[in-house]
């Protein structure tokens, strides 16, 4: 996956969707905002959510890590004999180094988008650009008792985007 700032103008750039996989064209024009489109006029609703689900697990291939943010919970419970008590857990923000990654590899009945092992610990991510996991899959994931985190791209409303900012988002 690359960005239409990254590559040659026009069909030069040797570039096919990722979506429907026919050929690209790199408009790099003065007036409007550089963008590519199928060199046959069509429209693939799918393409650019596809380039960009693509990018994103590339990004987190290639960078081998990620942050995970905070995270805070509290908890009360009620227990049989009427008393009631309060807890609470935190986590800081923490880099993650994957010592082995991989996407779209199946495991068991789900396909994640990346597999990635911390250690000795596997941990699956999902990417959120059109739609996030469905109720089906977060409960296979949640029987297999695997530790998941899914980034969200879904609230990106411009259909351009470029590495840094993207990168930003995911990592």
Not at 4 to 33: M, N
Not at 61 to 67: D, F, Q, V
Request: net charge negative; with cysteine; glycine share 8%.
């Amino acid at each position: 996956i690359r960005s239409v700032e990254e590559v040659t103008r026009g069909l030069a750039c040797e570039c096919t969707c990722p979506s429907c996989g026919e050929k690209l064209i790199a408009r790099q024009g003065e007036v409007r905002e550089w963008h590519f489109a199928h060199a046959s006029g069509a429209d693939c609703p799918g393409a650019a959510e596809s380039a960009l689900h693509q990018a994103a697990k590339q990004i987190l291939l290639e960078t081998a890590g990620m942050m995970i943010p905070n995270q805070y919970m509290e908890q009360s419970i009620t227990l049989p004999d009427g008393r009631t008590g309060m807890g609470n857990a935190s986590r800081s923000e923490a880099w993650l180094d994957f010592s082995h990654v991989e996407s779209e590899k199946n495991l068991g009945l789900i396909r994640p988008d990346v597999i990635a092992m911390i250690g000795p610990t596997l941990l699956l991510i999902e990417i959120a650009v059109t739609h996030f996991v469905d109720d089906a899959k977060q409960s296979t994931i949640e029987a297999m008792g695997i530790p998941a985190l899914e980034i969200d791209l879904v609230l990106r409303e411009s259909p351009t985007w470029d590495w840094e900012e993207l990168k930003a988002a995911v990592i």
